[in-house]
């Protein structure tokens, strides 16, 4: 069984930073792209980072930009994201997510998620 | 980068019904990269469809993806009570998106 265990979320001021985690297992992690994507209290579902098989290939949304760095330990099973200079708007759900494949890259399976806040 | 705007935003059907949303691209999908994703409160999303019509593993068959180009539709042929949720689309591939969402609701 695919599972994803995301870790990690908390309040935190602006301007601060903080890393996410997320655990895999039920599938051969290093075979597989994985993202990010996040849920703001309420609203739509927004993409924020994307790393290939081998973290020869990485993707970012406009928003984060800059701030955010995508990584990965195949040897751990483990996605992180480094998330810097954070904003009120970066308040959201963050989701792990597993890419099917290079040749039809949808999204399979999410995790539950980890609430991050960034508040003052 | 390609937007998604689905319609209606909130559909108010009754069980045993048939529900019809429609996500329209700005641009045209290649490779039939758009997928259906299902999300009920406290939950994260789960997959549908995928390839525009493909029904992910263990999705019942009264979910059907159709269309092509710029204009895409996912059909609940009979809503069961479960069925009530928010629906999501997304663009795969370089640059994902997603559209807004549209919530079914009980009539």
Known sequence: ?120 | EIVLRQSPGTLSVSPGERATLSCRASQSINNNYLAWYQQKPGQAPRLLIYDVSSRATGIPDRFSGSGSGTDFTLTISRLEPEDFAVYYCQRYGASPTFGQGTKVDFK
């Open chain 1, 1 to 120: 069984e695919v599972q994803l265990v995301e870790s990690g979320g908390g309040l935190v001021r602006p301007g601060g930073s903080l890393t996410l985690s997320c655990l895999a297992s039920g599938f051969t992690f290093s075979s597989h792209a994985m993202h990010w994507v996040r849920q703001a209290p309420g609203k739509g579902l927004e993409f924020v980072s994307g790393i290939s098989f081998n973290g020869g290939d990485i993707s970012y949304g406009d928003s984060v930009k800059g701030r955010f760095t995508i990584s990965r330990d195949n040897y751990k099973r483990t996605l992180f994201l480094q998330m810097t200079s954070l904003r009120p708007e970066d308040t959201a759900v963050y989701y792990c997510v597993k890419e099917w494949s290079s040749w039809s890259p949808y999204f399979d399976y999410w995790g539950q998620g980890t609430l991050l806040t960034v508040s003052s």
